[in-house]
Nanobody
């Protein structure tokens, strides 16, 4: 699976962005998909994940209620709608795909494929 994240940019605090993760290669609908982010000088952290059919989702506490993950398997794309953005959301955002998740969606070791990141900058 090849993944390509897009949709990042510069936005003011309180604004919104929608990230997309487009997949190609193997049957994307067989994979759970997650979003992670890495801010400058910090470790990569879990943001959100969605099951392969889209019936289950999970969010980091810091984004719950502000971010929404969804997927359109017909388009081989997963989305991350980000609302009420805060300066602390500034980071490079990565999407990743996992065929089998055992230890939890928030564990980046579970993911088999990673895309290049897209930079989100939130100004105060």
């Amino acid at each position: 699976v090849q993944l390509q994240a897009s949709g990042g940019g510069l936005v003011q605090a309180g604004g919104s962005l929608r990230l997309s993760c487009a997949a190609s290669g193997r049957t994307f609908s067989n994979y759970a998909t997650g979003w992670f982010r890495q801010a400058p000088g910090k470790e990569r952290e879990f943001v959100a994940a969605i099951s392969w059919k889209g019936g289950s989702t999970d969010y980091a506490h810091s984004v719950k209620g502000r971010f929404t993950i969804s997927r359109d398997n017909a388009k081989n794309t997963v989305y991350l709608q980000m609302n009420s953005l805060k300066p602390e959301d500034t980071a490079v955002y990565y999407c990743a795909a996992a065929f089998t998740v055992r230890a939890g969606w928030d564990n980046d070791d579970e993911y088999d494929y990673w895309g290049r990141g897209t930079l989100v900058t939130v100004s105060s």
